[in-house]
């Protein structure tokens, strides 16, 4: 910045008998208004076609998101690496930037799918960012790989069987691993939306291991994730479905304790009582009425 001031200033002749003004380049004169302002503005940001094409855009018979997002493409809106450049935005990973911006535009996406548009190319696509981005280690970039899990949730419907299955099974090992805690938390959030669709084969070779990593998440989760890893847990119970009774001892203290802790909040408090009733339906033989009466 330094080195552009002084190539500007340099010739310039300094008038010790004049005083310093500001001279504005939008106007000959000099002087500034914001009527010149929002023409020189209006100039940059409008061309003779954009006006048709706005006119046009509006008028398809497509869902307003989707032509929300048109719109946005058109006016160059969308959080792409040229605009996010051009608007002097630092992204340290332009790969998070990338899966922010699929995310952000998910439901668009999937609405565009569901009006009988071709979307075989964007599946392609997306399948490719994720694969790719999965290649990178989750402790090199914790926030990447963070990224992914909650993407490849949103996107779902996007993926192939044989892709999801696969983000499902790192998404469990992550939660088992020693990894960054915001690896876990992405993790958590992906695993509350694929577990329900999971093959049941698939959750019981990894089901011990991820329920007692999730039950220990909770003895130490905060009061912003505790909510979270409750809702994990749940989807985990109801995936593993006989087979959660095999770990029933280790869940059952905690998730009482979880309640007693926080029977004043509704939301934490009723999300420990529907793990407690979803074991319940599993094993009704092990509690009984009976059990808790005086």
Same mark, same amino acid.
């Given at each position: 910045?330094?080195?552009?001031?002084?190539?500007?200033?340099?010739?310039?002749?300094?008038?010790?008998?004049?005083?310093?003004?500001?001279?504005?380049?939008?106007?000959?004169?000099?002087?500034?208004?914001?009527?010149?302002?929002?023409?020189?503005?209006?100039?940059?940001?409008?061309?003779?076609?954009?006006?048709?094409?706005?006119?046009?855009?509006?008028?398809?018979?497509?869902?307003?998101?989707?032509?929300?997002?048109?719109?946005?493409?058109?006016?160059?809106?969308?959080?792409?690496?040229?605009?996010?450049?051009?608007?002097?935005?630092?992204?340290?990973?332009?790969?998070?930037?990338?899966?922010?911006?699929? !995310?952000?535009?998910?439901?668009?996406?999937?609405?565009?799918?569901?009006?009988?548009?071709?979307?075989?190319?964007?599946?392609?696509?997306?399948?490719?960012?994720?694969?790719?981005?999965?290649?990178?280690?989750?402790?090199?970039?914790?926030?990447?790989?963070?990224?992914?899990?909650?993407?490849?949730?949103?996107?779902?419907?996007?993926?192939?069987?044989?892709?999801?299955?696969?983000?499902?099974?790192?998404?469990?090992?992550?939660?088992?691993?020693?990894?960054?805690?915001?690896?876990?938390?992405?993790?958590?959030?992906?695993?509350?939306? #694929?577990?329900?669709?999971?093959?049941?084969?698939?959750?019981?070779?990894?089901?011990?291991?991820?329920?007692?990593?999730?039950?220990?998440?909770?003895?130490?989760?905060?009061?912003?994730?505790?909510?979270?890893?409750?809702?994990?847990?749940?989807?985990?119970?109801?995936?593993?479905?006989?087979?959660?009774?095999?770990?029933?001892?280790?869940?059952?203290?905690?998730?009482?304790?979880?309640?007693?802790?926080?029977?004043?909040?509704?939301?934490? !408090?009723?999300?420990?009582?529907?793990?407690?009733?979803?074991? #319940?339906?599993?094993?009704?033989?092990?509690?009984?009425?009976?059990?808790?009466?005086?």
């Amino acid at each position: 910045m330094t080195a552009k001031f002084m190539k500007d200033i340099e010739g310039l002749i300094v008038q010790l008998q004049r005083l310093d003004t500001w001279n504005w380049e939008g106007d000959s004169s000099g002087g500034y208004t914001v009527g010149n302002a929002y023409m020189l503005l209006d100039r940059d940001s409008t061309n003779e076609n954009q006006d048709g094409v706005f006119t046009a855009l509006w008028k398809f018979k497509i869902p307003s998101k989707a032509s929300f997002f048109a719109w946005r493409l058109t006016l160059e809106g969308l959080p792409t690496k040229s605009n996010l450049r051009s608007r002097n935005v630092e992204i340290n990973n332009i790969r998070e930037a990338t899966l922010f911006a699929l !995310s952000s535009l998910s439901e668009e996406l999937l609405e565009t799918e569901e009006t009988g548009f071709d979307t075989s190319s964007l599946k392609h696509l997306v399948e490719q960012i994720f694969t790719e981005d999965s290649l990178i280690g989750p402790l090199e970039y914790p926030f990447l790989y963070a990224r992914i899990f909650t993407s490849v949730a949103k996107l779902s419907s996007l993926i192939s069987n044989g892709l999801l299955e696969h983000f499902l099974y790192l998404a469990m090992k992550a939660i088992t691993m020693d990894v960054p805690p915001p690896v876990k938390v992405g993790a958590c959030r992906a695993l509350t939306n #694929l577990l329900p669709e999971a093959k049941k084969e698939i959750v019981q070779s990894q089901l011990l291991g991820l329920i007692s990593s999730l039950t220990d998440l909770l003895n130490h989760a905060s009061d912003e994730t505790l909510l979270m890893v409750l809702d994990t847990l749940l989807a985990a119970v109801k995936a593993g479905h006989e087979s959660s009774t095999l770990v029933e001892h280790m869940i059952s203290p905690v998730i009482l304790n979880v309640w007693a802790s926080h029977v004043s909040d509704p939301f934490i !408090s009723i999300d420990a009582l529907e793990v407690l009733e979803d074991l #319940l339906s599993l094993v009704p033989k092990l509690f009984r009425i009976s059990d808790f009466s005086p």
